[in-house]
């Protein structure tokens, strides 16, 4: 480790946008496009949720064929339907986690001890961690075994409080996560509402948006080269 050529994929397991009555979970095109990258790249992706499972589903789009074929691939297919729990996990098996977005992980990541281990062994052992949109949400508690916030001093992009707001979520969601991260020593850049945008700080890969998951796996695949 690294050179396991296989990554995980944290997905949320947390289904109830607020008090507004809607469903959300784990935003379909952030798992599909990592994946797909990852894949071609000749990597094994598994998938672990918070809770185990089956894990909620938000944002799926089946006008795009990536997503589609995330959906259908047989080896994913398996394992949504009943998904890891952390504790099933053994993180020296894995290069990569990367922290999948979607609402529902502001709810639940912060609070994972269970990903946060994984986390924090991959990345001590010398692989890497990434996140997408609100999966950063994994990270604001994410401490290193030296008590540290392992985002603390890091350049990171994240789901912005500007892009927040333009959803119509800053009231709902428990905690805007731009502020959050910059509250535990991340310098957080951000581009243009809803454009790609990624940062590497080291073997930390973070992505703003939906729009930034391609490029979020294809950065990914660089650092761990």
Known sequence: MPGTRKILLALTSHQELGETGRTTGFYVGEAAHPWKVLSD??????????????????????????????LEDRRIAEQLAATARPEDITPGDYDAIVYVGGHGTVWDFPDSAGLAGIARDIYEAGGAVAAVCHGPAGLVNLKLSNGAYLVDGK?????????????????????LLQSKLEERGAKHTGAPDFEPHVVVDGRLVTGQNPASATALGEALVKVLI
Do not use: C, K
């Open 41 to 70: 790249a000749g990597y094994e992706v598994d998938l672990v949720s918070v809770s185990g499972g089956r894990p909620p589903m938000d944002g799926r789009d089946l006008s795009d064929p990536i997503q589609q074929a995330f």
């Open 155 to 175: 350049n990171v992009a994240a789901f912005t409080n500007s892009e927040e707001a333009a959803v119509g979520l800053t009231d709902v969601v428990p905690f």
